[in-house]
């Protein structure tokens, strides 16, 4: 589904990303775990497309299609969910309002019939739930006010109602107690674990992957993939740490 | 009178910004004159869609306990200036919202000068500025608060958003105050919108217009929030925001 292939990028000519190359068939899971400046959240802003991550060489395929040529919003409507370290605070501007022009807007492109306001609400209303979320903090604006747990778990609300076929999500877990560790574990699973679907999750601690089991564990480092395994990398490198494990 | 009726010149502060041109052909510009009597409310939307010069001088005068609500849309003319001078008895109060989106080479502008002549009256003037191309956005807002005005009320929120780098706007709040125990609040700032949010909003697929309009629409919201006909002002604004993304 997602083939990344040789890829450099850089922020305000640094180079961050040297030569990363990561493939992520459909149905599958993915954590990338790797020391601070190891280049994670680097490399979830390049697939997202924001602006000042440059790429200087290599490639990035969703699902056959060549994502670099495309405009971020031109990548969500490919199906490309990108969950923020940091949810931006939009004032003035309320979720429900914004979530429903996101949706539209995607659908627009795919050529699909926009949804009524009264199938977006009733979406949104069952998404929220899944997340234990009230909806009353969705006509609220844009995480305004919202405290760390509850922009991580609107960001999995977002990832429910615009129902990506593949998600990056970036430290979702900072800044979670372990009630709404487990929430955010058991949504990502509700909406993402699926035979169509794949994940990318970019974590720091193990803990995530207790709830979000990952078919797959890299460690980034140095700007590239320097280990694969299986899950119990992760345990490894929750042990041993990645000075020893990456070495 | 006949003071009046000279054309000003740079000179003249309240004229510092004006496309003097432009205004030289809607000179003199007439005053047009409301009295909201004693206890009354009142409000009036004015839409400025008309192109060309267009120059309005408001004189209102609010007797004792009376309320006035005025809202200003902006955008149509390539020199649109409208002049609003507030005199507030006893107990008054008297509402500003406006909202300037100019594009191409417009000048607009909308000066102001608030007058508490008596106590316990209230002002609260909120002006947002949205401005692409080479437009220019004027506010001058005086606010004269005079002896014996106690517990007078006073608030001015001006912001303003430039779109370009070749857009201009000024903004000038202005108090002068002649008695103790009153309130005055001014505020005032410029800037461009946000590279953040709008990446944000365009990472969950709205093309960069859209998420640049829902930016803006939210920041001249404030302008018409409790406005009798806010949704009619809001759509308005929000169809000429679509041009200027």
Redesign the interface.
């Known amino acids: 589904m997602l083939q990344i292939n040789n890829l450099f990028a850089t922020v305000a000519d640094k180079p961050i990303l040297k030569g990363l190359s990561l493939s992520i068939n459909a149905g599958e899971i993915h954590a990338i775990m790797g020391p601070n400046g190891a280049g994670k959240s680097t490399l979830a802003y390049t697939l997202g497309g924001r602006p000042g991550y440059e790429v200087t060489g290599g490639s990035v395929t969703l699902a056959g299609q060549d994502l670099l040529a495309l405009a971020p919003h031109e990548r969500a409507a490919a199906g490309l969910f990108l969950g923020f370290q940091y949810p931006v605070e939009i004032p003035g501007v309320s979720f429900v309002q914004f979530l429903r022009e996101a949706a539209n807007s995607q659908r627009k492109v795919r050529g699909e019939e926009p949804l009524s306001g009264g199938e977006f609400l009733k979406l949104a209303r069952e998404k929220a739930a899944l997340l234990r979320m009230d909806m009353d903090m969705l006509k609220r604006p844009v995480n305004v006010g919202f405290s760390g747990g509850e922009k991580k778990r609107a960001e999995m609300v977002q990832m429910g109602i615009l129902d990506p076929s593949f998600a990056v999500l970036d430290e979702t877990d900072s800044g979670l107690d372990i009630d709404a560790l487990r929430i955010v574990g058991e949504g990502i699973n509700a909406i993402m674990r699926k035979p169509d679907k794949a994940v990318l999750l970019i974590t720091h601690y193990q803990r995530l992957l207790d709830y979000v089991k990952p078919d797959f564990v890299h460690v980034l480092a140095g700007g590239r993939i320097v280990k694969s395994g299986g899950p119990e990398l992760a345990l490894q490198l929750e042990e041993e740490g990645y000075e020893a494990v990456a070495a | 009178m006949s003071e009046l009726l000279a054309l000003p010149t740079r000179k003249d502060e309240a004229f510092r910004y004006s496309d003097l041109d432009a205004l030289a052909g809607v000179w003199p510009v007439a005053r047009e004159e409301i009295l909201v009597p004693s206890g009354q409310s009142t409000s009036l939307s004015i839409v400025e869609d008309t192109a060309g010069a267009v120059a309005r001088h408001l004189v209102i005068e609010l007797e004792a306990g009376a309320t006035f609500d005025l809202r200003i849309l902006s955008f149509g003319a390539a020199f649109g200036r409208i002049a609003v001078d507030a005199r507030l008895r006893e107990g008054a109060s008297f509402t500003l919202g406006a909202a300037q989106l100019g594009s191409g080479a417009q000048v607009l502008e909308i000066v102001t000068e608030v007058t508490h002549e008596e106590p316990n009256a209230s002002s609260r003037q909120v002006i947002r500025s949205v401005l692409a191309g080479q437009a220019t956005g004027t506010y001058l807002g005086k606010v004269a608060v005079a002896r014996g005005a106690v517990g007078t009320d006073s608030e001015q929120s001006v912001r303003a958003m430039l779109l370009s780098r070749t857009a201009t706007a000024n903004a000038k709040p202005e108090l002068e105050i002649y008695a103790d125990d009153v309130k005055c609040a001014h505020g005032c700032a410029v800037g461009e919108l946000?590279?953040?949010?709008l990446?944000?909003?365009?990472?969950?697929?709205?093309?960069?217009e859209?998420?640049k309009q829902?930016?803006l629409?939210?920041?001249i919201?404030?302008a018409f929030s409790g406005a009798a006909d806010e949704e009619r002002l809001q759509a308005l604004a929000l169809a000429r925001l679509g041009e200027l993304v």
Do not use: I
Request: aromatic residues 14%; hydrophobic residues 50%.
């Open positions: 946000d590279a953040q949010g990446f944000y909003l365009e990472s969950r697929g709205l093309t960069p859209l998420a829902l930016m629409q939210a920041f919201a404030e």
